[in-house]
């Protein structure tokens, strides 16, 4: 419950990535009672990552906004990932994320921009569903990066970057169509 539960993004994320698949279909073959570093599993799972030679302090390693920065994955992060693959597949893995979230931001910075150019010929109301749109594409924003985050390539491509492109079409539709509104009012 801590993470939205199963269908919350951040597990959903990780469940549909390759590392979760796994999880799921071996989890009862797993030995629980070893310490992470001495794990039986062939994927990690949360915990692996997330309190990696830690306790519950997942800001000790593998945090939450450690793709939300614009700048590139902390070496932290792939040192968890050099534990079962090799650092130059880490390295590709990070850099197509990080592509990734850079498009995502590029989109975002778009609908930003637009937004900011409409506002002072809207009205409050107009302006409070623009922002609410643009809150929404940061929830898809946030999906690239978990989906980046996990390694889940799907979720990135269903939950990420149609969702935002979908959304920077909408503000733009939103915009064009409160102008039209404003134009066609008597004055």
């Known amino acids: 419950t801590c993470h939205g539960g199963e269908e919350g993004a951040v597990v959903h994320s990780y469940a549909s990535s390759k590392h979760g698949v796994l999880m799921r279909l071996e989890e009862n073959t797993y030995d629980w009672s070893k310490p992470l570093d001495m794990a039986n599993y062939r994927a990690p799972g949360c915990a692996y990552c997330h309190m990696h030679q830690g306790g519950h302090d997942v800001s000790s390693r593998v945090r939450s906004d450690a793709m ?9 992060v792939s040192v968890v990932c050099w534990n079962c693959h090799a650092p130059r597949y880490v390295a ?78 909408r503000i733009r539709g939103m915009i064009d169509e409160f102008r039209r509104k404003k134009l066609a009012q008597p004055r």
């Open 92 to 169: 590709r893995l990070l850099d197509n994320g990080n592509a990734m979230l850079e498009i995502g931001r590029k989109k975002m910075r778009e609908a930003e921009a637009l937004v900011a150019q409409a506002a002072p010929e809207l009205g409050s109301e107009d302006q409070a569903a623009l922002r609410q749109q643009l809150q929404k594409m940061r929830q898809h924003l946030q999906n690239v990066r978990l989906g980046a985050g996990h390694q889940s390539p799907d979720y990135q491509w269903w939950h990420g970057q149609p969702a935002l492109d979908g959304d920077l079409l």
């Open 68 to 76: 939300s920065k614009e700048q590139p994955m902390p070496d932290e």
